[in-house]
């Protein structure tokens, strides 16, 4: 009996003396939001998708043109031209509006590979900031509800943000 009093003291002992872990949390949306490199990549597709569109409007004006030229002129063409020139339109304009959705695609594409890295990066940051300041666990905060409460005093957000934006700067 003294035995298991004296094991279950030394356990009660040890159980006191561990140290407490460091327990954190970020709200992942606002991190990843206010993540300057996110921002510039935002930024930079903008001006890319503006000069798709004023492209694509170009092109669809000229070949409304053309269309409009061809409702002018066609009638004094002999119905197997007009029929030809009409299919000929139709083709282009099929070919036009294929070569302005790839590109549409290959932009969107493009885009989602440089977010899908920055959202890599600020999870590999945070881990690694988590381990150099002696973090047991940062939990995410999301929509989903990760996590439900947390003091503000747990709240490391900010803390992150701007660390990771300092991080940033310094790879420029």
Do not use: P, W
């Amino acid at each position: 009996m003294k035995k298991i009093v004296t094991v279950l003291s030394l356990a009660l002992v040890l159980a006191s003396c561990q140290e407490q872990q460091k327990i954190a949390f970020i709200d992942n949306g606002e991190v990843i939001n206010k993540y300057q490199e996110k921002i510039d990549i935002e930024a930079k597709y903008k001006l890319k998708d503006e000069d798709f569109k004023k492209r694509a409007d170009s092109i669809g004006k000229a070949f409304q043109l053309e269309a409009q030229d061809f409702q002018i002129n066609g009638a004094k063409l002999s119905q197997k031209e007009q029929q030809e020139q009409y299919q000929a339109l139709g083709q282009k304009q099929q070919l036009l509006q294929q070569q302005l959705q790839m590109e549409q695609q290959n932009l969107t594409q493009a885009f989602n590979v440089e977010i899908d890295s920055v959202i890599s990066h600020m999870k590999t940051f945070v881990s690694s900031y988590g381990k150099t300041n002696g973090y047991s666990f940062i939990l995410g905060k999301n929509e989903a509800g990760s996590v439900m409460y947390g003091t503000e005093s747990n709240d490391i957000t900010q803390t992150i943000i701007d660390a990771i934006n300092a991080d940033n700067k310094s790879k420029e």
